[in-house]
Nanobody, 120 residues
Framework: QVQLVESGGGLVQAGGSLRLSCAAS????????MGWFRQAPGKEREFVAA???????NYADSVKGRFTISRDNAKNTVNLQMNSLKPEDTAVYYC??????????????WGQGTQVTVSS
């Protein structure tokens, strides 16, 4: 099992930026496909972005061009840089991991989440 701890959430005005980080332990980080998901109140959890163990990336259409996912294998972290934030980006953001994952959406380990609130 992979342990995941998210950080970097907070309150920001529309148009602003935030950077989320997720620290992973319990497994060789370079073997992990990492993902970010989010869940807004009253809505189902949805895919945001993912980066494979070999650094291929994928984004939800709603965040393309605004969000960037990256990984630092030396620090065992994955980051989500979020720019041009909109009120509809408000949600709890979850980090996820899967060893040698080959699916953008199937992950076995999850963090506890970090709140992102974008005010209009």
């Amino acid at each position: 099992q992979v342990q995941l701890v998210e950080s970097g959430g907070g309150l920001v005005q529309a148009g602003g930026s935030l950077r989320l980080s997720c620290a992973a332990s319990g497994r060789t980080f370079s073997s992990l496909t990492m993902g970010w998901f989010r869940q807004a109140p009253g809505k189902e959890r949805e895919f945001v972005a993912a980066i494979t163990w070999n650094s291929n990336t994928n984004y939800a259409d709603s965040v393309k061009g605004r969000f960037t996912i990256s990984r630092d294998n030396a620090k065992n972290t994955v980051n989500l840089q979020m720019n041009s934030l909109k009120p509809e980006d408000t949600a709890v953001y979850y980090c996820a991991a899967e060893p040698y994952g080959n699916s953008w959406f199937r992950f076995g380990s999850w963090g506890q989440g970090t709140q992102v609130t974008v005010s209009s």
